[in-house]
């Protein structure tokens, strides 16, 4: 695949998006396959030896534990059949992260040329810190007390400088070295496969017909908040369980696959899939305590809450989400997958209400 063009979120809309990596779980631990990965990791570490340890990632991505002498290092493997190639971008992210002054892993070594291996990899640092998602559900801390911090790290890496809108070309990295979307127009990308995730959620059941309508004439009429001159960076997955640190501190923000060039108040809005409107109201000063706000922040906020709502609808149903436990990791202790279920279809609602009815952002 020589780019992510046509799609609006790659964990949604990919070709083997509800396959198990290579379409087998235990693929990671077939031989030939653990043999392509020694080898790999000879080509990095030479003549000193190393320990392999399956990560058991719940991501779209096989993952390693590679232990060398005294360090740790995290290895990610893509080998979807859609051959793609965005780990290379997501390197040159990170490391403009990191520069912007915002906690973000180093990439050692990225290859998705496919030419040595049958996968793409990526060879991290290793954060030796939980998820904020593991502390919050083991211990339900105060965890108000970090957003502040997410909001202003989201304001800071939208300073970085980025072109166009949608996914970032592969081949502008190679040739220009710049971050460029593929999509002329952030109306563009916003309504790639709209129709399709609407479509299918009504197939499914999850939304009834006069729903569907309903919400489709409410971003028809929201439409003008998509005249962007110019685009952000977005980190598209933006959640508890992609930022690493401890109850008081933010120690690393990770998982940048599906970034974007995008609007300013999406990563705020993917944070409001999850969270109440006391959190966000604390993300905001945070941001502000960087940059200012949007112009038109709310009617923007509550329609990217609805767009990443309707995707995670897709992505819940198709999965088999509702179905699941508390072991997962999308259901908090003690609830169930009907609690997720709920609690998905209640947010659309309310991001429904927020666009026709102008509630506060508080009413979350």
């Known amino acids: 695949m020589k780019n992510r063009k046509g ?24 031989p030939d396959f ?3 990965v020694e080898l790999l990791l000879k080509g990095v570490f030479g003549t000193r030896s190393f320990e392999v340890l399956t990560a058991n990632g719940q991501g779209n991505h096989i993952t390693y ?30 490391e403009n992260v990191r520069l912007s002054g915002v906690a973000a892993p180093r990439v050692y070594a990225v290859d998705t040329s496919r030419r040595k291996f049958p996968f793409s990899y990526q060879l991290l640092e290793f954060i030796d810190y939980p998820d904020l998602n593991i502390l919050y559900k083991k211990d339900k801390f105060d965890i108000n007390k970090l957003a502040g911090k997410i909001g202003s790290s989201i304001a800071t890496w939208q300073k970085i400088p980025v072109k166009k809108f949608g996914f970032f070309d592969p081949s502008k990295l190679y040739e220009d070295k710049c971050l460029e979307g593929l999509d002329e127009t952030y109306h563009e990308y916003f309504l790639t496969n709209w129709n399709n995730h609407l479509h299918f959620l009504v197939e499914s059941g999850f939304l ?7 919400i489709r004439k409410l971003v028809q009429e929201h439409e003008w908040c998509l005249k962007l001159d110019h685009g952000v960076l977005v980190h598209k997955d933006l959640a508890l369980w992609n930022i690493l640190g401890t109850k008081t501190s933010i120690k690393s923000f990770i998982d940048w696959d599906d970034t974007i060039s995008g609007d300013p108040t999406d990563d705020i809005s993917l944070l409001a899939c999850f969270h109440s409107g006391d959190f966000i109201k604390e ?23 609805l767009r990443n709502m ?55």
């Not at 998006?17 to 693929?27: I, K």
């Open 7 to 30: 799609i609006y979120y790659w964990k949604c809309d990919r070709l083997t998006a509800f396959q198990s990596p290579s379409n087998q779980l235990d693929s990671k631990n077939a």
């Open 34 to 36: 653990l043999s392509s």
């Open 65 to 94: 534990y590679v232990k060398e002498d005294e360090q740790t290092y995290f290895l990610r493997i893509e080998d979807g059949a859609e051959c793609d190639n965005y780990m290379n971008v997501e390197a040159r992210v990170l």
């Open 208 to 214: 009834k017909k006069d729903q569907c309508l309903a």
């Open 283 to 305: 993300v905001m000063e945070g941001y502000q305590k960087v940059t200012e706000l949007p112009a038109n922040f709310e009617c923007r906020f509550w329609l990217h809450l």
């Open 310 to 364: 309707i995707v995670k609808a897709v992505i819940r149903v198709r999965g088999g989400y509702f179905n699941l436990n508390h072991d997962f990791f999308l259901i908090g202790t003690g609830e169930t997958g009907l609690s997720l279920k709920n609690a998905t279809q209640d947010r659309i609602q309310k991001a429904c209400s927020g666009l026709k009815d102008q509630i506060k952002i508080s009413e979350l």
